[in-house]
């Protein structure tokens, strides 16, 4: 059974965590290290848009900045995302390009890599399916959003899975207009998002999702995850480009 090194849950502000999936990327494209599995937490809670889209346009600073909740830019595509410290646990996966759990079919990509969220929703009693392009729906409703770039020989993918839902900081963090946000547009939402603790309607913990997630990959995709950490290399790595990047406006206000 094929080895994938797992660097367990972690919480980290939003430059570090973008600047880590990186430098995994950039290890694993010299050779440095193994395939990576990663989980991690965003502490302060975040919003990220996707490499395409513009950050005034899709974001409010000044409500992110007034409450101290980080922006940043991915480099992976799709849309805006909040990321709620206390609501959502987010994982990343590197693999070479032309690995089997990473076909050149963007589509069957996701659908394989995303079989690891369904099967850990499954080890919590929830029955999950993956929903072209790129979501884990539950009951009718998103319970995980991915996303994926392919550079420098290998293929990234991360994505989110909420343990709890609050619409109205996230209507907040984006570009909704405060005199547009009613009680419908936030049924509305409740209406097509949704969290393991609603599909539960229980107090599920982090470690307890944490546990389920790290299951899920292994079996969904057939390996056998071994603890690790970072090396030297990487974390210095990533130190750097968190602070020529992620970290600052040309970057993540650059459209």
Not at 107 to 135: M, Q, T, W
């Amino acid at each position: 059974m094929e080895e994938i090194r797992f660097l367990d849950l972690d919480t980290n502000n939003a430059h570090t965590n973008m600047a880590i999936d990186e430098s995994i990327m950039l290890a694993l494209k010299d050779g440095l290290v193994p395939p990576t599995l990663r989980l991690y937490r965003w502490n302060p809670s975040a919003v990220s848009i996707g490499t395409f889209q513009g950050m005034t346009e899709e974001v409010d600073l000044d409500f992110c900045r007034s409450r101290e909740i980080d922006y940043i830019r991915r480099i992976t595509g799709g849309g805006a995302v909040y990321h709620d410290y206390e609501g959502e646990i987010t994982y990343s996966i590197i693999l070479p390009r032309g690995h089997k759990l990473a076909p050149d079919d963007i589509l069957e990509s996701y659908r394989v890599l995303c079989g690891g969220v369904v099967k850990g929703l499954e080890h919590l009693g929830i029955e999950a399916e993956f929903k072209p392009i790129n979501d884990v729906i539950a009951g009718g409703k998103k319970v995980s959003g991915n996303a994926q770039t392919r550079r420098h020989s290998c293929v990234l993918q991360h994505g989110t899975t909420l343990l709890d839902l609050d619409v109205e900081t996230m209507f907040s963090v984006l570009k909704v207009p405060q005199e547009k946000i009613s009680d419908k547009m936030i049924a509305d939402v409740k209406e097509r998002v949704t969290s393991v603790r609603d599909l539960l309607e229980r107090e599920v913990k982090f470690d307890e999702l944490r546990e389920a997630l790290a299951v899920g990959f292994a079996e969904a995709l057939d390996v056998r995850l071994v603890p690790g950490s970072m090396t030297v290399s990487e974390i210095e790595s990533a130190e750097r480009i968190a602070s020529e990047r992620y970290s600052r406006d040309e970057w993540n206000l650059k459209r």
